[in-house]
């Protein structure tokens, strides 16, 4: 699934947007499970993933195709990477919240926003309002039913402006028109790690689902409990390529190659974003560990949520010099940041529960696709890395 709205952005132009905190997270606050401890030994439930040069880059017959997540993935380059550890699943909601109660951490979608970002989304929602109204009184049929549509998606979103919350996946209503995101994503103030479907659902019936809702300085909040770090870019993909010269899948060549029956990761069956047929078992989020791991070990580096990586994200970024030195770790911030930027954007990695065919092909082992610090999502978590000289010291 390709998103480049910010949710500050977003917030601006969608609606179904619900303010208050639910039954069940104020019930996650009081009565939580048995929470796991960080580990004594850091490199448990990780996989050490060793030195050696790897060809980094989007995957074959997808340059100028219709996949949304291989366009920035070009020119394919040789990259050297040093030995690493990296967890050998995605960080799970009963791990997060280990580490939540250990230090009271909030989220940024448990925080209401700044006032003075509060004014820049009023400002650019009466401006956004003036452009569409103008639009939908030159339009016509269908056109005008859309225009006019969006129209009181930004009204609605207009009465909770200061509130921050996340991107959550919703099957869209009556026919699409065009390629408006807010069709089927809807932001909504009361999703957090805590209810990752947004008010009415909660963490604890998805313990070891991977946490949800989170931006990578949530991430690397956990990571640095942990004693440990978020990957780079370059890291991620060789793990997620197994060892593997240049295969179409972090677990081969064949999309099914233990029959068409047997799926190997958790990603979209069905029509996109209309149906999913969930022919793999799951709509959104599947427990860790329920597909196959890679040759290295790995599971879920292929669907299931998109993975927040260190590197700042530059659609550019593989023709840059610094993307072919030793242990590369993306683009300068000279390089990224514009002038009046506010908004840091990293690479996420990996496709999710809601890539397809159709659209993103995200699953494949090069795609690659831009994450904001202000866009939570449900359908975007992390894995962690470590340096392999730290997994010497017990």
Not at 125 to 140: I, P, Y
Not at 235 to 257: C, H, I, N, T
Request: glycine share 8%.
């Amino acid at each position: 699934m390709h998103r480049q709205t910010s949710l500050l952005t977003a917030l601006a132009f969608t609606a179904l947007l619900l303010a208050s905190c639910s039954d069940s997270e104020k019930k996650s606050a009081q009565q939580q499970p048995e929470l796991p401890k960080p580990p004594a030994n850091p490199t448990d439930g990780m996989v050490l993933i060793p030195a050696g040069e790897f060809m980094m880059g989007g995957d074959a017959g997808e340059m100028d195709g219709d996949s949304h997540s291989h366009q920035t993935a070009y020119p394919i380059h040789p990259v050297h990477v040093d030995s690493y550890w990296i967890d050998a699943a995605e960080v799970t909601n009963r791990q997060y919240a280990a580490f939540v109660k250990a230090t009271g951490y909030k989220t940024f979608a448990e925080k209401p926003l700044p006032a003075q970002t509060v004014q820049e989304l009023a400002s650019a929602a009466r401006t956004n309002l003036m452009r569409m109204e103008m639009a939908a009184r030159n339009a016509t049929g269908d056109e005008k039913a859309a225009l006019l549509a969006s129209i009181e998606r930004v009204k609605a979103a207009q009465k909770n402006i200061h509130l921050a919350g996340s991107i959550v996946f919703a099957i869209p209503e009556g026919e699409l028109y065009g390629d408006d995101i807010t069709q089927w994503w809807k932001i909504v103030p009361g999703a957090t790690w805590r209810t990752p479907g947004g008010p009415g659902t909660t963490w604890e019936d998805r313990l070891d689902h991977p946490v949800v809702n989170v931006t990578y300085e949530d991430a690397e909040a956990y990571a640095k409990w942990v004693g440990k770090r978020i990957p780079t870019e370059a890291e991620w993909e060789k793990a997620a390529r197994g060892g593997l010269d240049r295969q179409p899948y972090s677990w081969g060549s064949e999309m099914f190659p233990q029959g068409e029956d047997v799926w190997m990761a958790n990603i979209w069956q069905g029509e996109w974003p209309q149906a999913n047929t969930e022919e793999d078992g799951y709509f959104t989020t599947s427990p860790v560990k329920k597909f196959p791991p890679n040759p290295y070990g790995l599971y879920d580096i292929a669907g299931n949520v998109w993975e927040i990586v260190a590197d700042l994200y530059h659609p550019e970024a593989y023709k840059f010099e610094s993307a072919t030195e030793p242990n590369p770790t993306g683009p300068h911030p000279s390089v990224v940041y514009q002038p009046g930027q506010r908004v840091t954007y990293r690479v996420t990695r990996g496709g999710s529960f809601l890539c397809s065919d159709v659209w993103c092909k995200g699953y494949q082992p090069g795609a690659r696709q831009p994450f904001d610090n202000e866009s939570p999502a449900n359908h975007t978590g992390f894995r962690c890395a470590m340096d392999a000289e730290r997994g010497e010291i017990h």
